[in-house]
T-cell receptor, first 110, second 114 residues
Framework: QQPVQSPQAVILREGEDAVINCSSS?????VHWYRQKHGEAPVFLMI?????EQKGHEKISASFNEKKQQSSLYLTASQLSYSGTYFC???????????FGKGTKLTVNP | NAGVMQNPRHLVRRRGQEARLRCSPM?????VYWYRQLPEEGLKFMVY????????ESGMPKERFSAEFPKEGPSILRIQQVVRGDSAAYFC????????????FGPGTRLLVL
């Protein structure tokens, strides 16, 4: 079942912060975050495997709350290069495939 | 280390023709996934293959679509008798391992059916 991402879109000024949420109605095995720029391939950001896990990648970090079946992506001090559509992909137990949300479009303006 | 390669990058077909999309996984990766993306939408899983085996084809339309990953050569996604609704971006991803493996995406093939 497709995870629900929120918000659908967000507009920031350079240097501002944003949080993107990903929720599932079913138990999650792992959560995968990608960023896609228009006309390009999705680029892997990070994978979260355990409940309560947090990971960081420069100024982008994420948390995974297994109990709540949700993950959040945190972008701090946003840069122009952060613009794009962010997708969460979830893997449920017993399945290899990723089920992606509809995406959150992030626009960072100067 | 070359990433996932897909070709062609753009493909135009007339209704009723066949489309063949190729995907070469990253070196050392033996797991291949195909996804379809419609404009302004997320990625929809189609099929998961390992060398010479289809592991999960739950996302493949029952007719006209097939996929293979032979012992030698790239993975092929084949669409027979294309219709306008097949127009989309088709992405291939590869992974070095099951379950915990990160999937790395290729640049995609944009299929346009006239």
């Amino acid at each position: 079942q497709q995870p629900v991402q929120s918000p659908q879109a967000v507009i920031l000024r350079e240097g501002e912060d944003a949080v993107i949420n990903c929720s599932s109605s079913k138990a999650l095995y792992s959560v995968h975050w990608y960023r896609q720029k228009h006309g390009e391939a999705p680029v892997f950001l990070m994978i979260l495997l355990k409940g309560g896990e947090q990971k960081g990648h420069e100024k982008i970090s994420a948390s995974f709350n297994e109990k709540k079946q949700q993950s959040s992506l945190y972008l701090t001090a946003s840069q122009l290069s952060y613009s794009g559509t962010y997708f969460c992909g979830i893997r449920q137990g017993g399945s290899e495939k990723l089920v992606f949300g509809k995406g959150t479009k992030l626009t960072v303006n100067p | 280390n070359a990433g996932v390669m897909q070709n062609p990058r753009h493909l135009v077909r007339r209704r009723g023709q066949e489309a063949r999309l190729r995907c070469s996984p990253m070196k050392g990766h033996s797991h291949v996934y195909w996804y379809r993306q419609l404009p302004e939408e997320g990625l929809k899983f189609m099929v998961y293959l390992q060398k010479e085996n289809i592991i999960d084809e739950s996302g493949m339309p029952k007719e006209r679509f097939s996929a293979e990953f032979p012992k030698e050569g790239p993975s092929i996604l084949r669409i027979q008798q294309v219709v306008r609704g097949d127009s989309a971006a088709y992405f291939c991803a590869s992974s070095p391992q099951r379950v915990k493996g990160t999937q790395y995406f290729g640049p995609g093939t944009r299929l346009l059916v006239l």
